[in-house]
């Protein structure tokens, strides 16, 4: 693939008509070559191909297929990626094909499925997916306005989390009014919830954060059933939505 | 201050040199206008300086002096400072004369003071500083390999929280070294320590975190009184170290 269509990968149209991401850097390439992933080009520096022979060969054997491989300089590595510095490589992946609102409910059912309402920063995004996969939470729901989860920034936040979760894309009126339905419940965080210190949290149902500018929206809150607050001991007036996720999810699998 | 100054101010050598450091959006300007931070010049567009109308104004009455005022552009706020746009402003600051090691330790036979061992990214030092600061932990040490406080990468993203924590950078070996003299506490979070949904966490003396790449330091090892591990439920084989802060800060104050 020529440089300049690489390229095109980091705009979310040009992933959405090819239905290819980049992944870069070594943990991330390590990962998707033990992954599901279809890998269709692999860019590296000699050292690193050198370095993941065995797992490329590993990939191989079991796909029973071959990747191209290029060996390409540490600069134009750099100029076809995000990263400042990149000695290691860019990996060229077909996109899985998404699951249904009918099976992430069905999960819904039995465990916690994350929905992401408004997120905007591709570090947070990724770093939520890094940390619900610790927790064992593999099922996440994004609004449409929330950043594409094939971003190579995403990506690369999740250290290689991205190859063990579902995620789906899906309009969140859509999303709720099914689980209503359903009856499972819809649980958001807030500053005015449920001190998550003295809860039991609901081992099923839909775990919602919002925006980081503007938290939980009006759509979510009118479809709740419970909320849950992290207690504040200092002065500090918002946390981080991905450091907020962590703990809630950490007092999740407390109960 | 002429731009070219201005733009020095994005490098550590600059800032030390001059002992100043920039500011910039509209929550940390906001922030530090509450401060007992010392503002030499605001730059802003002129909306921006129109909103905050009041804030100056009650900042120049408490300190008794002028903030030097600057309209001025977005184009050339982005120019300025670090921020793909910001219609907002960039504020420049003095930095506050640093605290003793002597201090440090004081607040560490009454609290919990956390120290950073290499943490190499602002965004993760910003965010670690601003959940510190909700969980009401105010006293950071951090080591010299560790990324400046005064990057405003770091300012940004502790979210006006850098005006209300005490911070210093130190050799933390020497550090190490007089709290275990005091016979204090010094902990360190590890996926081989005590499991903190098991624990009862410490309330006072030194909480250590690694670097992203490599975690706790051998001498922080060799200096540990303990270790504590977040229980991992999935198969991410680590979490983000600002994250991880976050979850102990949270476990520490449920005791």
Chains 1, 2 share one sequence.
Do not use: C
């Amino acid at each position: 693939m020529s440089p300049k269509k690489i390229k095109t990968l980091h705009e979310k149209r040009h992933r959405k008509e090819s239905g290819l991401f980049l992944v870069e850097g070594d943990k991330n390439i390590r990962e998707i070559l033990t992954s599901d992933f279809t890998i269709v080009e692999l860019h590296g520096t000699p050292d690193f191909l050198k370095t993941i022979e065995r797992e490329i060969q590993a990939y191989e054997m079991s796909k029973k297929t071959r990747i191209t491989l290029h060996e390409t300089s540490e600069a134009e590595l750099v100029r076809l990626g995000s990263f400042m510095s990149n000695n290691a490589g860019i990996a060229i992946a077909e996109q899985k094909s998404v699951t249904t609102l009918e099976s992430m409910l069905e999960q819904a059912k039995k465990d916690i499925v994350l929905v992401l309402d408004d997120v905007r920063d591709p570090g947070n995004f990724g770093t939520i997916i890094r940390t619900a996969e610790w927790y064992g939470v593999t099922h996440i729901i994004t609004s449409p306005t929330t950043v594409d989860f094939y971003n190579s920034k995403v990506i690369t936040a999740t250290m290689g989390s991205f190859t063990r979760v579902t995620t789906l894309t899906a309009e969140l009126e859509e999303v709720f009014k099914a689980a209503k339905e359903l009856a499972l419940p819809i649980v958001t965080a807030d500053m005015h919830g449920q001190n998550i210190h003295e809860t039991t949290i609901t081992q099923h149902g839909l775990l919602v954060f919002g925006s980081e500018s503007h938290g939980v929206s009006q759509l979510a809150k009118s479809y709740m059933t419970n909320t849950l607050a992290i207690p504040r001991f200092g002065n500090a007036e918002s946390l981080n939505v991905s450091v907020a996720a962590g703990i809630l999810l950490d007092a999740l699998r407390r109960a």
